[in-house]
Structures are given as C-alpha cells and as structure tokens.
C-alpha cells in the first residue's frame, strides 16, 4: 500500500518539507496499521527540520503526535482492532503521513467524547504540562509560578492546570493579543517581555520573594532571567528552546538561592506504557470537566506543511496547529 507523507530530504527552510507517495508496510509483530485524521504541529519539528537537532536521519518523515483509526493488526498484537480510535506521541517520528505502522503499545484509546483534533494537538503537550506540574515540580496551592510564553501550546495548559491546582499564575508573552489570552487562561499577571523587563515584573508582583517555579520553554532569551525570579530553594524547569539553545552555565550559579534545575523530556518522563496512558486518562478527564480548555486551531492540508511551520515560527500565532491528511 502506498500513501502521501512529507518527506524531509535535508535540513534547512520549510520548503524542505514535500509531499510524496510512500510505501507503507504491513505492521509486524507487536504493530498496528493506523490511517491518520489528524496529525499535531509541535515546536519539536521546527527544530527537526531546521537542523538544530539531528534526532530523524533523513531522508525521514517528521512528526511526532498524530491520532487516527487502527486499519490492521500485526501477528501477536492483543490490545486494538480494526476501526479502534486512537492518539499516540512518539520519539520515533513519522506522523507527517496519511499512514504508518506503529507499535501498539504507543497508542491511547481515544474516548468517544474527545475529538481526533483534541488528541492530534494537545496530546504531546498536556502530557507535557502534566509531568511538568505533577512530576517535574509538583505545585501547590498559594505557589508563585512563572510560566514563559503563556499563551502557547504547552504553555497555555501549564498556566490553566497551575491556577487549577490553587496556584498564582505569571505568564510572559510576545504581544498584547497573548497577554490578553494568557489572562482568560490562568494567569493572574501578565508580562510583555519583549518589551518590559520580566525580573524586575516578577520581582515587583512577588514584592520581592520571587517565584517557587519557573516553567521556560524559551530557552536562551530567558534562561538567566528565569533563574533570577527563582525564590530561595526554587526550582527552574527549563524544558525547551523555541529562542535558542541555552548557553553553557555554571552550575555554582544554583548555589546562591540554594535553586535546582531540570531539562524533562516527556518521551523519557512518561516512558512507561501503564504510566503514560493513566497520564492521558487524566488529561482527557481535565478536557472533559472544563479543568482545561484546548486552544484554537488552525488547519492546514499535510503537502502544505511548510506553511503550518512558517505559521509555528511566526510569533503572530496562537493556538494549535494541524495538518489534515
Ligand atoms: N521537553 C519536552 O518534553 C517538551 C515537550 C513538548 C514541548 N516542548 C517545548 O515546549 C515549547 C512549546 O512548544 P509548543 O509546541 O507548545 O509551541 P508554542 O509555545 O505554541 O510556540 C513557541 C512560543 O515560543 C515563544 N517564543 C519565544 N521566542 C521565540 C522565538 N525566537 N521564535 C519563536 N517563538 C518564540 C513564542 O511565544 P511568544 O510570542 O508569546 O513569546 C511562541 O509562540 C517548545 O520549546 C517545545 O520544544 C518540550
């Protein structure tokens, strides 16, 4: 059987990302054959495609979130059928396709009540925000909380779940329009930080005492600031990059404030199957009784990928992005 998949040849600008006809094969044992519906954009490609990780040799189908319905069984699989509905994040790539094997023991069943959409975008990056707030660092109510780009994928979630758990909220965000959405989305405060100084915010809304944790995804434009709003013994949870790779650090600077630091990687925190598919259950629970609400999405058809990551680059967006096989 053959079916269209982005296919990324070499590193480099979205337009590397084309559409081509692949050969999908029969799932072996312990796999499952899956028709996507909906595949998630994630900030993880960008990187993958641009070259600033070398994680999928190439050539190679980026992706890693996608939902869809199981269309074959390979010998010896014992947990899905044929027409099952299910969602799946995975280290091993290839979701930027209409079709694919994929080990079964990847796989989440979808509820009837949450949509291929829902699980497609805010799959990887509930569960993402889930083992930062429970596992990484575990907030608790009255907590101080600083979360950089509040308004984005993972970090509109962190900010809902983080004021859900009793804690006060600070977001940072790159425009007016996100603060506002970051304020109707758990935060308390808002900072525009790429124009006010967000140590000296911080520092004023804590009236000095700083925060318990700090969630930044940014990466180089943030990682020392984020490290200065630290309260004495907090904890910085630096889980990403979308700036930059952050530069390399001393760490004698933790010393001062007696602060920690950590650099989760969901695939590794929620590794074990039993484990990651309790986390989904409670994160599609969170969806369905109004804890969180998914933020807007914007579709685009897969062979016009390259333009769902000029979107995921801009920092006009807001909200998920989806490619529709
Ligand atoms: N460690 C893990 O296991 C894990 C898992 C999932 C996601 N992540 C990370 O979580 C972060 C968020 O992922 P997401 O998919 O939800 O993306 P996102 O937050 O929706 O998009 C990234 C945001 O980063 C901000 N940003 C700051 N500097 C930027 C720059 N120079 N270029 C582009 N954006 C910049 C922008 O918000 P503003 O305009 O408001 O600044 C942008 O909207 C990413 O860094 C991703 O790698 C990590």
Redesign the pocket.
């Known amino acids: 059987m053959h079916a269209p998949a982005i296919v990324l040849r070499a590193a480099g600008e979205p337009d590397q990302l084309r559409l081509e006809d692949v050969e999908v094969a029969e799932p072996g044992p312990g796999e499952v054959q899956i028709r996507h519906t909906a595949i998630g954009v ?3 490609d960008v ?1 993958v495609r641009s070259g600033l990780y070398h994680t999928l040799p190439l050539p190679g189908i980026p992706g890693i979130e996608a939902a869809g319905v199981v269309t074959a069984t390979g010998p010896g699989t014992t947990q899905f059928r044929p027409g099952d509905r299910v969602a799946y994040m995975t280290r091993q790539y290839g979701c930027y396709a209409a079709a694919r094997i994929i080990d079964e023991d990847l796989l989440i069943p979808l509820p009837d009540a949450v949509s291929d959409e829902l699980a497609a975008t805010h799959l ?2 509930g569960l ?1 925000a889930y083992a930062l707030l429970h596992e990484v660092y575990a907030v608790k109510p009255r907590d101080r909380v600083l979360v950089h ?1 509040a ?5 509109a979630l962190l900010c809902q779940w983080a004021a859900a758990k009793g804690a006060c909220v600070i977001g ?4 007016q329009k ?1 603060a506002g959405f970051a304020l109707q989305h758990g935060c308390s405060h808002a900072i525009l ?1 790429r124009e006010e100084d967000f140590v000296r915010r911080v520092d004023e809304i804590t009236a000095g005492q700083g925060v318990q944790v700090a969630y930044d ?3 180089k ?1 943030t990682f020392f600031g984020s490290l200065a709003c630290l309260a004495p013994t907090g904890h910085l949870a630096n ?6 790779a952050v530069p390399p650090f001393e760490v004698s600077q933790l010393f001062k404030k007696s602060n920690s630091l950590s650099r ?4 590794v925190q929620l590794r074990d199957v039993g484990h990651r598919r309790d986390v989904a259950r409670q994160l599609l629970a969170a969806f369905g009784d109004g804890t969180l609400s998914p933020s807007p999405v914007q579709r685009f058809s897969l062979a016009d990928a390259a333009q769902a990551h000029r979107a ?2 801009s ?1 006009e ?1 807001m909200g998920s992005l989806l490619l529709v096989p």
């Open positions: 994630n900030f993880h990187y990887l990056k993402t780009a308004a984005g994928g993972v970090g940072t965000a790159g425009s996100k930080y995804s940014v990466g434009d889980f990403g990059q979308s700036s930059g989760m990687s969901v695939f995921m680059e920092r967006r």
